[in-house]
């Protein structure tokens, strides 16, 4: 089942997702703040889903067909996942030369927006 609706809906819940780990990250007291990559992932019972659905697919590029054509993947080969969501977050660092030296605060900030989930009767695991 779809819980977000649309492209709109996705950018909104996105926006203000970010908005409230950036809160998290500016509280941490890094100099710099490095935003990470966003991921379009899926999980399972257990967690993340191992194999990871979403390396056989469209990876997330901020488009909303990436998003209903991973979840048609889901619903149709995948029985065992139970939900697609994106996710990001934030690093920090004292300054840009540290962070690129790999002297940084991993996810001192971190969002996730869950698009779809499987309804308990569609279960098939």
Same mark, same amino acid.
């Given at each position: ?53 979403? !390396?056989?697919?469209?990876?997330? =590029? ?8 991973? %979840?048609?993947?889901? *619903? $149709? ?19 840009? !030369?540290?962070?690129?030296?790999? =002297? ?8 996730? %927006?869950?698009?779809? *989930? $499987? ?7």
């Amino acid at each position: 089942m779809m819980i977000v609706k649309s492209a709109a809906e996705l950018r909104t819940a996105i926006a203000n997702a970010k908005r409230e780990a950036l809160k998290d990250a500016q509280a941490c007291g890094c100099k710099r703040i490095f935003p990470r990559d966003t991921n379009l992932a899926t999980t399972d019972s257990r967690g993340q889903c191992d194999p990871r659905v979403e !390396a056989e697919g469209p990876g997330f =590029d901020g488009r909303w067909e990436s998003v209903v054509e991973l %979840v048609q993947e889901v *619903e $149709r080969s995948y029985p065992n996942v139970t939900s697609v969501y994106i996710s990001g977050g934030f690093d920090g660092a004292e300054s840009k !030369a540290f962070y690129e030296a790999c =002297d940084y605060e991993p996810l001192i900030g971190e969002w996730t %927006v869950e698009v779809w *989930e $499987r309804k308990p009767s569609e279960n098939r695991t």
